[in-house]
């Protein structure tokens, strides 16, 4: 393949896997403790030339990673991570209240965080305040004072303090439940509070609730719980990044403290990388979980397309952007009723449309999920064919992205050997018989020489 050739600049957007730096001016990163935490956004030729041993002076040097360290990690880059774009604090909870709302298909959402951590709610008598909610209101949510005291013996105080879940399947019949009329909780059956809590400190409280008794589902539950670590790290990280930006304006700032300031923000910036990932494989699961599919699928798909990438030579970074794309190629669908799946009878026109344009549903998340916004075009086009007679614009030959054409493949093949509702799942051969026979209408050509060869 000559598309995109190996590089060893270009390194896992995720993995943290060391990387040999012998003779190389990014060994000086790991001289200044960044260590395992390196992520791509720090591997950068301009990053590495700031940094560099030619640096004369060492403050000055420290001080220049921090400032781009901040630029990189700021709110902006951080915080987008489930469709928020702005940056005052209420639209930003509520927004996300908005979306868990329409993932998770649950009939109302509430944020609570705790007062420290949130500008202008001072005047609350509360420990832990109302910040955020699926919900619309006449009046702006921040002025509402709505929350709960840390010794109230509320559900959302114990999830807070004991840092656990709390889940009632019939607050009907819950004496300790104490609903807040004003959030039309008299109406709820069925109550879920997911603490916002990491290794550094508690943050608050995320409630769901339906007006039924019908549970959520496990995978929706820990997408919840990763969502909320998720989340938490991006608040700590910048809270972080605030802190060292006023430190770096002080006059009589010292080596030692630029130092240590430097060791949190990569030890966290290797949090949030973990915590990204583990964001991206929850909401592959809840995917498949809402898809009916078996055997984490989309994870054998995403497999596939990471082992045909590895056989053509791409190189680390590429390779995971195309597995996270795999594993997201569906994301649509998490918008989606659940019903939709579960039909046995024939679908509707209008069933058929909601399904046929999933895929431009789970591109507008994935646009507002920041750090996955290069994954956009290998989904995005994904179900274009090679002859220019595919979906959504018709792209032929390779203007269509090599990582849409082998995640293609991978999708096609892994279809055709599993088992469905309305066929027995065919043998590797004949699956690889009908690849060979549509390559050069529905697939690369070139790429299916490669695959046919790798399964042999």
């Not at 709610?121 to 420990?127: I, M, P, V």
């Not at 595919?390 to 203007?399: A, D, I, N, V, Y």
Request: glycine share 4%.
């Amino acid at each position: 393949m000559t598309e995109e050739k190996k590089d060893k600049k270009n390194v896992s957007l995720f993995s943290r896997s060391k990387i040999s730096l012998e003779s190389d001016p990014l060994e000086e990163i790991f001289a200044l403790n960044l260590g395992d935490f390196l992520s791509e956004y720090l591997i950068s030729d301009e990053l590495v030339q700031k940094i560099s041993k030619t640096s004369v002076d060492k403050l000055e040097g420290i001080k220049k990673q921090l400032k781009e360290l901040i630029s990189i990690y700021s709110i902006d880059n951080t915080l987008k991570v489930l469709g928020f774009n702005n940056k005052e604090d209420y639209i930003i909870y509520n927004s996300i209240a908005k979306t868990i709302k329409q993932m998770l298909e649950i009939d109302a959402c509430h944020i609570f965080l705790a007062k420290e951590n949130i500008l202008g709610f001072y005047t609350s008598k509360n420990d832990i305040v109302l910040v955020g909610s699926s919900l619309s209101f006449n009046d702006e949510i921040y002025e509402s004072g709505i929350g709960y005291r840390l010794t109230d013996g509320s559900y959302v105080s114990e999830a807070f303090n004991k840092s656990k879940k709390i889940e009632i399947l019939n607050c009907t019949y819950d004496d300790n439940f104490k609903p807040v009329l004003f959030l039309g909780e008299d109406k709820v059956k069925y109550y879920l509070a997911i603490p916002m809590f990491n290794n550094i400190e508690k943050v608050g409280v995320i409630v769901v609730e339906n007006y039924t008794e019908r549970k959520i589902s496990d995978e929706f539950i820990e997408l919840l719980t990763v969502t909320s670590r998720l989340f938490t790290t991006s608040m700590n990280l910048k809270k972080l990044t605030e802190e060292t930006d006023r430190l770096l304006n002080q006059n009589d700032i010292t080596m030692i403290q630029l130092q240590n300031k430097r060791a949190e923000l990569t030890s966290l910036i290797g949090d949030l990388s973990s915590e990204q990932q583990c964001f991206v494989e929850n909401l592959a699961k809840a995917v498949d979980a809402k898809s009916n599919f078996k055997n984490n699928y989309s994870h054998t798909v995403a497999d596939l397309a990471r082992e045909i990438s590895s056989t053509i030579g791409l190189n680390e970074k590429t390779k995971d952007l195309i597995y996270y794309a795999a594993l997201l190629r569906n994301i649509g669908k998490i918008t989606l009723p659940e019903e939709l799946f579960n039909k046995k009878e024939t679908l509707s026109k209008e069933d058929w449309e909601k399904l046929q344009n999933h895929p431009n549903v789970g591109v507008s998340i994935l646009m507002s999920i920041n750090f996955l916004s290069e994954v956009v075009p290998y989904i995005n086009y994904h179900k274009e064919r090679w002859d220019g007679k595919g979906e959504p614009e018709g792209l032929k030959g390779r203007s269509i992205p090599l990582g849409s054409r082998i995640i293609a493949i991978a999708d096609a093949y892994s279809a055709m050997i599993t088992d469905r509702k309305y066929r027995k799942a065919l043998s590797e051969k004949e699956a690889l018989d009908i690849l060979k026979s549509e390559a050069g209408t529905k697939w690369d050509p070139e790429l299916i020489d490669f695959f046919v060869k790798m399964k042999q």
